[in-house]
């Protein structure tokens, strides 16, 4: 439906499950059926697909980004994002209500949530408004709002070389953006105690992303460390 319906909702979709590790752990065969479910699995959502979730860069965004979502409940997996997520989203959207403020700023802005913004005539007020909602907002859309995790020793893995293999393969512009999926990744990685098991489905944590570089760049990394 949404192929034949909304074609420009299945081209954000599209995107999203090439990048996202749902791709490797849900198989679909031909008919549509959906043959592996998670088990006790929790999806956590980055920064990215979490302000396509909540609507803020668009509705044919929202639209994709839920379908995905909707099939990883059907599935039996809970949603989730770590509260450094959260900080960062509100980091995206202090930054695009400054960029409303400045007129210039938001004409060159690169974000897709400013693009929204300025599409839609919204103003400063709106964006502290939904900064003001934003756990309600992620409550409500069933995406549980997780610490991340405390560090610990045996479980740490070379973050600086880790670091350096995200910038190298996502070529990041911002430090922040780093950092969030720096935090990320060895968040999964506590979770899970540092285990891989041989199907992505029965993890006990999956990052969801957008971003096919950073898969590329997880699994360069931690295949490195086995």
Known sequence: DTVDHDPTSFGYLDQMIKGSLLAAVLYVEPTGQVTRRFRRTAVYLDTAVCLRAL????????AAAQAMLVLALSQGAELA????????I???LYAARDALRSRRTLEYSQSGVSRHLRDTGAAPADVDLMIARLEGELESSQ???????AFVEYLG???PALEQVLQDQVHYREERARLADLNSLT?????????SDVHLETYRAVLITNNHRLVIASKV?????R
């Open 90 to 92: 509100k980091g995206v």
């Open 55 to 62: 609507g803020y860069e668009g509705s044919e965004a929202r």
């Open 81 to 88: 994002c770590f509260t450094h997520t959260v900080r960062e």
């Open 157 to 159: 893995v070379d973050e």
């Open 187 to 195: 968040a999964i990685h506590r979770i899970r105690q540092g285990q």
């Open 221 to 225: 990394f931690f295949d490195s460390e």
């Open 143 to 149: 995406i549980r709002i997780r610490e991340t995790p």
